[in-house]
């Protein structure tokens, strides 16, 4: 199993929880994402992006990391290029962090679409910021490694049929929850959480304590 690390451009906050998920994973960083680096403690193996935010301190200070530069005008995000060039390094689980917030909504739904659609095609993604993770839920079962009390959400992309969510402090069996339901918004783990869904996707939020 090959686990790569992607840093993106969005908010990011150090725990001891991020460092044990992302310990042995090979680095790639996307643009700006590249100073979430000093903190983590770690060095990219490759720096890529058009580096239209990425600032001259940034440039001066990871001189010596390898690049592949790319035009502004592109039809990929950076982090979609990046997540190409995880792939193509022969990456079989990837870690997206910094992947919430920043001065981008428009970033941050896309790495939440853009995970689902992989995950759709077999990978394995999983989101973070430290404070915040997020998984791509699909029809099947999953079982989110969430610590005792934390909070979390599920946002449906589509409408979900057959949705049960056990060890909650609001469970659901077999429910319906039509698209643009609140109905799965700011539930609370109560021991191994655990999902179930038959048709439709979307994507757990959960809130950690730092």
């Not at 903190?39 to 580096?51: I, K, Q, S, V």
């Not at 610590?147 to 049929?161: A, M, R, V």
């Not at 049960?164 to 643009?180: D, H, M, Q, R």
């Not at 191994?192 to 730092?210: D, F, W, Y």
């Amino acid at each position: 199993m090959s686990k790569f690390l992607i840093l993106l451009g969005g908010h990011l906050t150090v725990t001891d929880r991020l460092k044990r998920q992302i310990e042995g994973a090979r680095v790639l960083a996307a643009d700006s994402g590249i100073r979430h680096a000093a903190a983590l403690g770690l060095e990219p193996e490759l720096w890529l992006g058009d580096f239209d935010s990425t600032s001259q301190a940034l440039a001066r200070r990871y001189k010596h990391v390898p690049r592949r530069t790319f035009p502004a005008a592109k039809d990929m995000t950076d982090g979609e290029l990046a997540l190409e060039q995880a792939f193509a390094l022969g990456a079989t689980s990837i870690i997206l962090v910094g992947a919430f917030g920043g001065e981008r909504t428009d970033h941050t739904m896309l790495h939440l679409t853009l995970a689902t659609a992989l995950v759709e095609k077999g990978r394995d993604i999983f989101l973070s910021s430290g404070t915040e993770e997020a998984w791509p839920i699909l029809p099947g079962a999953h079982a989110p490694d969430l610590p005792d009390g934390t909070l979390f959400s599920l946002i449906g992309f589509t409408e979900l049929e057959g949705l049960t969510i056990t060890s909650a402090e609001w469970p659901l069996n077999n429910v319906k929850v039509p698209f643009g339901s609140s109905l799965t918004v700011s539930n609370v783990v109560r021991g191994t959480l655990a999902l179930g869904l038959r048709s439709g996707c979307g994507v757990l939020i959960a809130t950690l304590e730092e």
